[in-house]
């Protein structure tokens, strides 16, 4: 299929912040910014500029070896046109929208939840265009199951090689093969959570294993009877879904407890489903990130909701829900997407300058070294010091996610936070001192207490 387009502006969608916020694992990026994934059975391409979002859909058949080839609005030297009829191409962007789940106005949404909410009103305007996407639910389960502990990046190579594995070989894009999702049936059979396991799953291959039994046991249809009928799959008619409540609609509290009887499944990855895949807006998903934000900006953390508890969990919900209603989940996705690291980037208005220090180029060291995590899967962990007003500030990209370790000034003042980091801060502290040797500069380290562990260790040096 030729490249086609539709009109859609970056306020109602924004392609690279929607599929890399964590609600979906599979579509990859190339270089020439084109996003690519094998879903229902097709290898969908999509790519957007300021006005339109560009499209492509290739069927097995004819998704051999296909150049990246980029739409007509970008550079190309290589276009792969393979013509389809108008039907096709007229269900193909019915169901690329549908996916994108186009159909609400964002820029009302947006409006409605900053007149609800100040913070949000602060910080949408450098978020537009974040969209729920509109998933296979089974997709979305088993994804979510794999986020246990986990990261987006490392998710995103689990669910890779799920469908490696178990899926089926959709086509290939400049040698690159696409599999779609394989079905709970594909991975019932004995063999398959020792071969997980084997393929870095951990703990989670257990958990995959029992709920694709459990989901065919349940027979065909059970997840997706779990479904907000004002969202339905794609070609079926919408239907009511009843009265709003401060918990949510009557399906919605029914779909979270049934996806609770599943393996792996807890209040958050059952919201997750809820909210990703199975279209309950009003699900409001709280992990770490969504707690740190309802503490910093929502006044928790405080008196009964001193620590996230089932209580405090339903609280923030119920909270978010009083706010924006029937979209909570959705609002409350813009927000985590503004505090990923990933996009942190949006929020700081800055113009990037040389950066000095004293007089002196700040700072910069880099180490970059293999390390097992949990399950024993390898790893490349990449550290960069920086120095700031004699304070330290550590980021550790992990796969590519970037994360921090606290400052300096900020473990002085936490005993719970030194304790914790002690290891990773005598890393940083040689990191540095060899980065100082080798780039001719002298930096106080003195400046920061020494922990109980380095303590210790002079203590018995002497």
Known sequence: MSWRKFPVSLSELCLDTTLRCGQSFRWRKSDENIWSCALAGRLFSLRQDATHVHYRAISPNTAKNVPLSPPPSAPASVKQETPVGEDDGLETELFIKHYLNLEPNLTELYEQWSQADLNFKKKAPRFTGVRILRQDAWETLVGFICS????????????????????????????????????????????????LRSLGFGYRAKYLHITAKMIVEKGDG????LRNPEKPLFGKK??????????????????????????????????CICLMGLGWGEAVPVDTHVWQIAQRDYKFGKGKHRSLTKATYDAIGDHFRELWLKE?????????AADLRTFSEKLVVKTETETTLKGEELLAVKLEEIVKDEDGAEMKLKVEVREDDSDFDVKVEREGEVMSLPSARSRRQNKRSRARDDSAWEKVDEIVVEAE?????????????PTKTQRGKRARRS
């Open 238 to 271: 919408a239907l009511s879904a009843g009265e709003m409540l401060p918990n949510g609609r009557k399906g919605y509290r029914e779909a979270h407890e049934a996806l609770l009887e599943l393996q792996g499944v807890g209040p958050k990855v059952a919201d």
């Open 148 to 195: 246990s502990n986990n990261n987006i990046i490392r998710i995103s190579q689990m669910m890779e090689k799920l469908c490696v594995h178990y899926g089926s070989l959709i086509g290939h894009i400049e040698q690159t093969p696409f599999h779609d999702m394989p079905s709970p049936k594909g991975l019932i059979e004995p063999c398959v959570e020792e071969h």
């Open 328 to 336: 909570a989940g959705w609002a409350h996705s813009v927000l985590f």
């Open 437 to 449: 040797k080798e780039n001719n500069v002298s930096h106080d380290l003195t400046q920061r207490k």
């Open 222 to 225: 059970w997840l997706d009877n």
